[in-house]
């Protein structure tokens, strides 16, 4: 190991710092508080993962994803906390298996999507998700990251990611077909399409 | 391309995650299918009104002060890593790190520590300090030490990169390799591992100091190839410190780190610390292995934390150590050996894992 002579050189760093990577405060703190539940966790999460990402500043490559590094940085404070807390492994696609039975239900006929769903009631639909297929759904669909990037984020195999996905939308459909034909809300039918 | 198929990967193109050649597939057989078409708008706007629904949520909208709460925080954070020098002055910065210490007794034996700082600046070179304190943290020596000049020193040293490494990869990052419980590890490669997390949980709190951790998980795992008891402690700032035991093979007669019993009898400790840009090291011997405390906290916490858990650490170690025959099998099927006889090279420090492919 070798030590390095450092300049301290705060105000440069931040100045820096603030441009790059400040912008994507209110993304991450939406994603935290999605996944955490709590508004204090959250906002606890995101000031780690900021301090965390203002130390390692140096060690980031410009012109890549800064989002992406960011949530990287995010989801290793939380999968850290789970253990640290659970003393269980992080999520696997193992755990949520007792899903594949609903799901092998539904795949031998697999209904239209349904349209003129509003936010709220799409939002309901996600929450009903196992966490890891939430946590799927929001970095694809809501953040669009990369498949590729999905899986550096989560430390997971590229093929993990495409099945977790391909798995999380379909449930995702399931709530939202089922949502829609107990409230007689579907493809065809009249209802005004929320913003 | 079958409707069914198109289906089954309409989310992927969606998402531009197809093939160029699947993309044209798939954009033919929408020109002549208004099932699959409607169905891809559909999905579309799922996708449209979730991004919609995130965006303009209040709820999950941060306060107004949260920017400046975070700035604060990150600089707060950013000016806690104290600059690093190619000289420490000891004296009264160690005597106030150590000093609120309360040093451990354990059994009959009267521990007393000794607190060496270890820096390697770019280039080579360098020095240790050593010090010796009594039970009530008073100092009553130092010295000055070359750490590269022992082989004991060089041989920690070439150990010490891959206590960091497996502190990041798997505390951190979470990307443990080869882990296995700590008590199957203990059969399986080595005794000391067994009850590893219960020795480290004996005697961690420093009394008098704000820092306190608890023992949050414990197993066994492999960083390039060498094996460690891993177990990790969360300080009282939420923190994760890793104590990191591998094998370290040492010849009996050698002196400065590896003497454990003073002249006067006195049980003793003797810690080296170093750090770089991320990490704190702090390391320790036992008869037959190294102890690497690892974290991103101020170092002075850091080497306190090593001197709080080295004495029930070095009992344990010293107790199960010697009961690890001169060979053993690792997981992957190799056999190799280690020696606590005198040999020709003072110091080894401890066989590396053989991958069976060759890697």
């Not at chain 1, 269980?88 to 999507?113: C, H, I, M, R």
């Not at chain 1, 669909?141 to 498949?147: A, I, L, P």
């Amino acid at each position: 190991m070798r030590d390095t002579v450092r300049t301290a050189e705060p105000d440069a760093q931040w100045a820096d710092f603030e441009q790059v990577a400040l912008p994507h405060l209110d993304s991450l703190f939406r994603l935290a508080l999605w996944l955490e539940r709590d508004r204090h966790q959250a906002e606890d999460l995101v000031q780690e993962t900021f301090a965390q990402a203002l130390q390692s500043f140096h060690r980031f490559q410009r012109g890549t994803n800064c989002r992406a590094w960011l949530v990287s940085i995010l989801q290793h404070l939380r999968s850290n906390r789970r253990r640290s807390l659970a003393r269980q492994p992080p999520l696997s696609d193992v755990d949520v298996g007792d899903l594949e039975e609903q799901l092998a239900e539904t795949l031998a006929y697999e209904p239209p999507t349904p349209q003129g769903l509003s936010e709220d009631e799409v939002m309901l639909a996600v929450k009903k998700l196992a966490p890891a297929f939430q946590e799927a759904i929001l970095l694809a669909d809501v953040e669009q990251f990369s498949y590729k990037e999905i899986a550096e984020i989560l430390g997971i195999p590229l093929g993990t990611v495409m099945s977790r996905l391909h798995r999380a939308r379909k449930l995702l459909r399931t709530e939202l077909t089922a949502y829609a034909n107990a409230h007689g809300i579907g493809r065809g039918t009249a209802r005004a399409v929320s913003s | 391309m079958e409707c069914r198929r198109f289906r089954d990967i309409a989310d992927s193109y969606l998402s531009e995650e197809l093939l160029v050649e699947t993309n044209h597939e798939v954009l033919r057989h929408l020109e002549s299918c208004p099932t699959c078409r409607a169905e891809l708008a559909a999905r579309r706007q799922v996708r449209r009104v979730l991004r919609s629904a995130f965006a303009n949520s209040e709820e999950l909208k941060p306060s107004s002060d949260f920017r400046d709460r975070v700035q604060q925080y990150a600089l707060a954070r950013l000016a806690e890593q104290q600059p690093l020098s190619r000289r420490v002055r000891v004296g009264r910065w160690l005597r106030r790190a150590v000093s609120p210490l309360a040093i451990t007794q354990w059994g009959s034996w009267r521990w007393a520590v000794v607190a060496a700082m270890l820096l390697i600046v770019v280039g080579g070179g360098g020095f240790m300090l050593s010090q010796t304190w009594d039970s009530d943290g008073e100092l009553l020596a130092e010295r000055n030490s070359n750490p590269t000049g022992t082989p004991s020193g060089r041989a920690l040293m070439e150990v010490a990169p891959s206590a960091t490494g497996d502190h990041r990869e798997c505390a951190l990052e979470g990307r443990p390799e080869a882990v296995v419980a700590l008590d199957e590890a203990g059969r399986k490669f080595d005794p000391v591992y067994t009850g590893l997390a219960d020795a480290v949980r004996r005697d961690k709190t420093i009394v008098g100091k704000k820092l306190s951790a608890d023992v949050v998980d414990g197993h066994s795992c492999v960083f390039q190839g060498r094996r460690f008891g891993h177990v990790m402690l969360k300080s009282a700032t939420g923190r994760l410190v890793s104590v990191l035991v591998t094998n370290f093979a040492v010849n009996q007669k050698s002196t400065g780190l590896a003497r454990l019993t003073g002249r006067d009898g006195t049980r003793r400790v003797s810690a080296c610390s170093s750090q770089n840009a991320d990490f704190r090291v702090a390391c320790f011997r036992a008869p037959h292995h190294a102890v690497f405390v690892v974290s991103d906290l101020l170092e002075q916490d850091n080497l306190a934390l090593a001197r709080a858990v080295a004495p029930s650490l070095q009992q344990h170690l010293a107790a199960l150590g010697d009961k690890h025959a001169n060979s053993y099998t690792t997981g992957l099927g190799e056999f190799w050996t280690y020696s606590n006889t005198p040999t020709t090279e003072d110091v080894t420090p401890g066989p590396v894992l053989a991958h069976p492919l060759g890697n």
